[in-house]
């Protein structure tokens, strides 16, 4: 099937191209499951409305291929090359000595898993957790199988969030998740009651995480959502580090003073190699439900000047509205409750995106 696809695309060109759009190295791996075909495709810069006839032009034909039940194509924009990497170096009485061996922990598989992404922010009340929870749902959305870990030991929102009231089971030693919505979910939140805080140490901390990404029975999984707690502490690191990330999506608003935080979690998780899929601007801009009048409450298009500053992708805008905040609340997320709406398809969009950054396994090649 993947070679079908790929014949067809390579008969897809556009004004301003050398050639095809496979030729040229414009399309991402494919993903193929269940009668669905995902994948992105670039758009080089200043072809961008061109680029928009081609998606369509892609998706009708690959719709008319035998077995295809869905295509989604997200467009993204071309980044500028990365700046090559080099090797840290420490300077002492004038003198430069690399350095030393990286002494980090291996991050290690997870068995049934095939993709972890996380969800992070680096300070507190962005909205990453309610990003976090429409993003899987979206991702579940697009037919792929999902999971959503929800690590912040200390404010854990998954209850909440999900309206989630049961405890996890354990059997043989290992933790049952809870489901919802279709996807898999455990947090700390799920095991104590809701007024309860958590008074531990980072030690217990970090033994409390790897208990919930290792001994949870989360059976086949195309993607783990890491809800990350914020911040860029011990906690963090370590889930950075062990946790085998697929790669981070970094949650701000557009005010300055969050976009210093998010900029530092951001770094910390290209300090420990784990690939930038975006940056999220959460409460971006407020339109009054009576007047229909914009208002930019904590400044607009900060973080989306931000990704290109720092030449990582822009994942979407996501509004400061009143039914966000009202379903989050009843434990209904938005793209549960009003999928249709135009805030659901932002997530949406921002989760075809993420898939396409991915490399699930997919079906074999003909």
Known sequence: M?????????????????????????????????????????????LGKEMAYVRDQ????????????????????EAAPAAPKTIPRLKKRNQERPVGPDMRPKAGAIPGIKSV???????????????????????HGLGLKVGLLDADIYGP?????????????IENDRIIPLEKHGIKLMSMGLLMEEDNP????????????????????????????????????????????????AGAVIVSTPQDLALIDA????????????????????????????????????????????????????????????????YSDEGTPIVVAKPESEHAKIFKSIALKVATKLNPDTEEEE
């Open 117 to 139: 992404v996380a969800v992070a922010s680096g300070k507190g009340g962005v909205g990453k957790s309610t990003a976090a929870v429409n993003l899987a749902l979206a991702l």
């Open 2 to 46: 993947k070679l079908k696809i790929l014949e067809v695309l390579s008969q897809i060109t556009s004004p301003g191209l050398k050639g095809d759009i496979v030729s040229q190295k414009l399309v991402s791996d494919i993903i193929i499951k269940d009668g669905r075909v995902i994948f992105s495709i670039t758009a080089p810069e200043g």
């Open 157 to 169: 929102s998954l209850p909440r969030l999900m309206d989630l009231k049961d405890r996890p089971a």
């Open 58 to 77: 892609a998706e009708q034909r690959i719709a008319k291929l035998d077995g295809v039940e869905r295509v989604l194509i997200a467009l993204t924009a």
């Open 263 to 326: 900029r530092k979690g951001l770094k910390m998780f290209t300090s420990v190699d784990v690939p930038i899929m975006g940056i999220i601007e959460n409460m971006s801009y407020f339109l009054c439900p009576k007047c229909g009048e914009t208002s930019h409450i904590f400044g607009h298009g900060g973080a989306e000047r931000e990704a290109r500053k720092l030449n990582v992708p822009f994942l979407g805008a996501i509004p400061l509205h009143m039914d966000i905040r009202h």
């Open 198 to 245: 958590v008074i531990w140490r980072g030690p217990m901390i970090v033994s409390a995480l790897m208990q919930m990404v290792r001994e949870v029975e989360w059976g086949q999984l195309d993607i783990l959502v890491l809800d990350m707690p914020p911040g860029t502490g011990d906690a963090q690191l370590t889930m950075a580090q062990q946790v085998p990330l």
